[in-house]
């Protein structure tokens, strides 16, 4: 996994950004952060590394899973969200985008995020 990715992941997991687009990335993201939370011996602050090892493995398959639907078809981001799953963000963040500098698209291919249909 690109170091680059792991540190953006990371940085909006600490500035509390939602967008993850499974329930393991989220887990696996909480559990990471719950551990630093629970550490209340007066010690510096741990952070789960299994559970944050894990959480990146999980939103880099998530965003580019985002990445290759968005290649192959046109699709409302909204339409991944579930009514029982609010943990999305409203508009993807930089995660798919990042995905997209990693492994250009084809020729022929464009990736795109829109976040309004026409009409």
């Known amino acids: 996994m690109p170091e680059s990715f ?3 992941a990371w940085s909006q997991a600490e500035a509390q950004v939602r ?4 329930q393991d990335a989220w887990e696996t993201r909480r ?3 719950d551990a630093r939370a629970l550490d209340g011996r007066g010690g510096p602050k741990t952070i789960d590394e299994r559970s944050r ?3 990146y493995e999980s939103a880099f398959s998530d965003s580019l899973a985002v990445y ?3 290649l192959a078809v046109d699709f409302d981001y909204h339409d991944l969200r579930e009514r029982e799953y609010p943990l999305l963000a409203a508009r993807p963040r930089r995660a798919p985008r990042h995905v997209a500098g990693l492994f250009p698209a084809n020729a022929g291919y464009e990736f795109q995020i829109l976040y309004r249909r026409k009409g």
């Open 68 to 70: 290759m639907l968005a």
């Open 53 to 55: 090892s894990s959480y």
């Open 31 to 33: 559990r990471a952060q």
């Open 6 to 8: 792991s540190a953006l």
């Open 19 to 22: 967008g993850e687009t499974s």
